[in-house]
């Protein structure tokens, strides 16, 4: 009897560890725009559930408009007493061209938004160029996310108080600064996946400090989240978690040192509520965590922001909108 009490207890006290913080924040989002890319699946899909609780509207910016209503009708039956509206906008990050429409259908419908959610990822997918000739992770995950956030930017000034969150990776760590540019640099040459993820989480996060700094002025936060290890379909293609036996092999450790998705999205939610004005910053657990010392170099955003410039500048022009 002793024995499994032990055991039992060991057991909660391991997966309330792993679930990680929990958002405290008591602030209400009603009549404020909340725009989530990826917001039909996993965390974004969880985060567009909880804000709905708060009285957000919500733009499910989604590359699957079909699955994207069926969050949105899911939302509707499950919150009670929502005030707010939910928008289903098709928008593919591996499409420059669906970016700048989907920004410019925002612009013509919209007067301002609070908040910017670049959810939308993928991980260990097969390596390719978009339409845009741009490797497919490094476009999904980085460069897309730099576009539509600049594009989005005249909305965003237009709110009293406005927020960007990026979500990024621990992963961003396991990346060295020669990986960083390689990748960069060169679209189509070969790099393993855990490389290819790891420099585009590295690059948001840069990314997220650089931007902070240009807008330190201006009423717009601007902030990385580490989500932690979330079970989503990222992993779907990712071998030992896309086979079925594999995958029902780890189950039993998986549910105590994985996040669910409503776990996951609580750093976001909290860097979307609290009243902390921090910006630039890294968030993990619902607090202020410090990001690796490639990732926290000033030189380094400096640099890598003027790279990306480089290679994106013909798609917009920043210097109006920053």
């Known amino acids: 009897m002793r024995a499994s009490i032990l055991i039992g207890a060991v057991a909660y006290g391991l997966i309330k560890y792993f679930a990680g913080g929990v958002c405290r924040c008591s602030t209400r989002l009603d009549d404020l725009v909340v725009v989530i890319t990826g917001g039909n699946s996993g965390i974004g899909e969880a985060l567009a559930f909880e804000i709905a609780k708060k009285g957000a509207t919500i733009v499910l910016a989604c590359r699957n408009v079909e699955k994207g209503g069926n969050t949105k009708l899911e939302i509707l039956k499950s919150v009670k007493n929502y005030t707010g509206k939910i928008y289903v906008k098709h928008l593919d990050l591996c499409s420059i061209q669906s970016i700048v429409n989907f920004s410019e259908q925002l612009k013509s419908e919209f007067n301002e938004i609070f908040a910017l959610v670049n959810c939308a990822g993928v991980f260990y997918h097969p390596q390719s160029l978009t339409q845009d000739g741009f490797e497919i992770t490094l476009q999904t995950n980085y460069l897309g996310p730099f576009i539509l956030t600049h594009h989005l930017l005249p909305l965003l000034q237009k709110s009293v108080h406005a927020r960007i969150v990026n979500v990024a990776s621990e992963a961003h760590r396991n990346v060295n600064v020669y990986d960083l540019k390689a990748v960069t640099q060169c679209q189509s040459e070969f790099r393993s996946h855990f490389v290819a993820y790891g420099v585009s989480k590295l690059a948001l996060i840069l990314f997220t400090k650089e931007l902070a700094k240009k807008l330190s002025n201006t009423n717009i936060l601007v902030n990385a989240v580490n989500p932690g290890n979330v079970e989503t379909p990222i992993y779907r293609y ?71 410039l480089q290679i994106v500048a013909k798609y917009f022009n920043t210097e109006s909108e920053c």
């Open 238 to 308: 990712f071998p030992p978690l896309s086979n079925p036996w594999l995958y029902a092999l780890q189950w039993p450790i998986r549910i105590v040192v994985v996040k669910n998705p409503f776990q996951g999205c609580q750093t976001l939610l909290h860097a979307l509520l609290t009243s902390n004005r921090s910006t630039g910053q890294y968030y993990s657990d619902c607090k202020l965590s410090l990001p690796s010392p490639i990732a926290g170099n000033d030189k380094i955003a400096s640099e890598y922001y003027d790279l990306t």
